[in-house]
């Protein structure tokens, strides 16, 4: 069985929708974060999209529940099996970890993030911390087993986000820390907009580009995967 890996989708609908529609034997998706709008809006994208959240979405949405039928939520800590729910027995093991690393919340617990309420002079998508991942979604990660496939947000160090390996290590040490200690079987990240390769903590570790861009085609049993860009 192969299923679907998107990248940050940032309210390209209609692409992704497009990508989707290609393949109607892929029986479920998965995305790396930021799929809403600026406006936090979200839409139905045709098929079971596994996710994580990035740092430009809707967390008043995603804490409601209020979210298309097909999107479906992977909270941050956790990991569930999904392939066996559309074949019987050809699962995959997925663990999320979604949101971005800033060092002033990272101590905070998760339900005292501040988030000002929707509408107030101060509800601006900065303002919304849960925005950022914390030290108790990194030790629930590590104390996962069994994973084959870990989606985050964020790179492991090092990563240097432009072309050639260049500029600032943009990777965070949390993430080294969940690949080490989870050691699953294939690590897929987005945020930085770009396809990469390499391998970290002894983790195939892959970055996504943009849907817009390209996405790939996973072997369910092997975890290998096929990249083929969007246009």
């Known amino acids: 069985m192969l299923f679907g890996a998107l990248g940050d989708i940032h309210g390209a609908f209609e692409e992704a929708r497009r990508v989707i529609d290609r393949h109607p ?5 998965l995305c790396v974060g930021d799929i809403a709008t600026d406006e936090g809006r979200y839409e139905p994208l045709g098929a079971p999209v596994y996710w994580i959240h990035g740092n430009n979405d809707n967390f008043d949405a995603i804490a409601a529940g209020d979210l298309p039928l097909d ?12 392939g066996g729910l559309f074949r019987p027995g050809d699962h995959v093991r997925i663990a999320g970890l979604g949101g971005t690393f800033a060092p002033t919340w990272y101590e905070t617990p998760a339900l005292a993030l501040p988030h000002p309420k929707k509408g107030s002079a101060r509800a601006t998508e900065l303002a919304d911390k849960r925005r950022h991942f914390v030290r108790e979604h990194v030790e629930a990660s590590k104390a996962l087993s069994g994973v084959d496939l870990l989606l985050t947000h964020e790179a492991a160090k090092p990563f240097r986000p432009l072309p050639g390996g260049r500029g600032p290590d943009a ?4 993430i080294n820390e969940v690949l080490q200690a989870m050691q699953p079987r294939l690590h897929l990240f987005g945020h930085h907009h770009r396809f990469s390769e390499q391998e970290r903590e002894g983790v195939r570790s892959i970055g996504l580009d943009l849907v817009a861009r390209s996405y790939l085609l996973i072997d369910s049993r092997s975890l290998e995967y096929e990249f083929h860009g969007t246009a």
């Open 71 to 82: 999107l479906r939520y992977i909270p941050n800590g956790t990991a569930l099996d999904i």
């Open 25 to 29: 034997e892929v029986p479920f998706w």
């Open 171 to 174: 990777g965070k040490s949390q």
